[in-house]
């Protein structure tokens, strides 16, 4: 039998496509958050925020545009959370990197970005610890934030809850340990009910983003960078800064959240929420999640833990400095 130059090229072709998807683990991203302005994403990269323009040879409008056919309305968690599986389905699974143009000021970068579970696993946690509203039959993810808690009836009581970033204690200065994909320590410190928070974290890679001072302060977010010596400026509050989105007993309950015996973290009371459906476990005090067990994506989890707390009058003032040196 003659075997034809045509079938050869055909068995290339398959034996690349199947080798280029190999590369990308089924859940990965080559961004660590998506948030979005005129249905088009805004992705992070390395604490950066930039619009999307292409993922390689397509462009976001048209990836876009495929995730509204396919997933309807959940298109952009779809987009966010499930980049690998949508490539596919467009005939364009990615490789073990892909080719990100975005724009930046007046003009365009090209970024070359390694697509990781670890990504995917943040810009989860990023969407799934967003401000929830509900509008129009449909969640949306927002990131509009009130000045005040609410006060909430419950029985003849009546509860404090944090309502877009507030906690309901003046003060207080917590100190974290992650083990899992994301590992490392956060000091959390935060005032005036969380108006002003300084979150320092310290990660073993670039990755999951290094070393960094985050400031937010008069509803803005300064990022000092201790590993590439760089400070960066956001509009946006990040999620680590504010109380979780179950905080409040209207989003634990439409989540689907069951209370569990309460647990001692660090010292204090905790009340224990758990969810079977995405594999996630909470423990709060004061609204304050002192331990968090995330393992959405099976033993590709994370874990985050208090291992002390302690109440303060106020933010060390030299927290909220600049290192000199440091590329604005």
Request: charged share 25%; proline share 4%.
């Amino acid at each position: 039998m003659k075997i034809t130059q045509t079938f050869w090229s055909t068995i290339l072709v398959v034996l690349m496509t199947g080798f280029t998807m190999a590369q990308a683990p089924e859940k990965a991203a080559p961004f660590t958050a998506v948030k979005w302005e005129n249905e088009l994403p805004i992705v992070r990269i390395n604490n950066e925020w930039y619009p999307l323009l292409k993922i390689n040879d397509l462009d976001a409008k048209n990836i876009v545009d495929f995730c509204k056919k396919a997933y309807d309305s959940k298109y952009q968690k779809r987009f966010s959370e499930d980049l690998v599986e949508v490539l596919t389905g467009m005939g364009k699974p990615p490789g073990s990197s892909v080719k990100l143009t975005l724009k930046k000021d007046a003009g365009t970068i090209v970024k070359t970005v390694e697509m990781t579970k670890e990504n995917r696993q943040l810009a989860w946690k990023y969407n799934n610890e967003a401000t929830e509203v509900v509008s129009n039959d449909k969640i949306e993810i927002v990131e509009q934030h009130t000045d005040k808690n609410y006060e909430v009836k419950a029985g003849d009581k009546t509860v404090i809850q944090p309502k877009s970033g507030l906690f309901t204690i003046k003060a207080a200065k917590i100190t974290y340990e992650y083990k899992g994909i994301i590992e490392g320590t956060d000091v959390l410190y935060f005032d005036n009910y969380g108006e002003t928070v300084v979150l320092v974290q310290t990660r073993p890679s670039e990755l999951q983003g290094g070393n960094q001072t985050i400031i937010y302060k008069d509803k803005k977010t300064t990022i000092i960078n201790h590993t590439r010596k760089t400070v960066a400026n956001s509009p946006f509050r990040p999620k680590d800064t504010e109380p979780p989105t179950i905080a409040t007993s209207a989003n634990r309950e439409s989540e689907g959240y069951e209370k569990l015996a309460n647990e001692t973290i660090a010292g204090k009371e905790c009340e224990v929420y758990h969810n079977k459906a995405i594999n996630a476990k909470y423990w709060l005090w004061n609204n304050i999640d002192l331990r968090l067990e995330n393992y959405t994506l099976g033993k590709n989890g994370y874990t985050k833990n208090a291992t002390s707390v302690e109440t303060i009058t106020s933010i060390p003032n030299d927290l909220f400095l600049i290192p000199e040196g440091y590329e604005k």
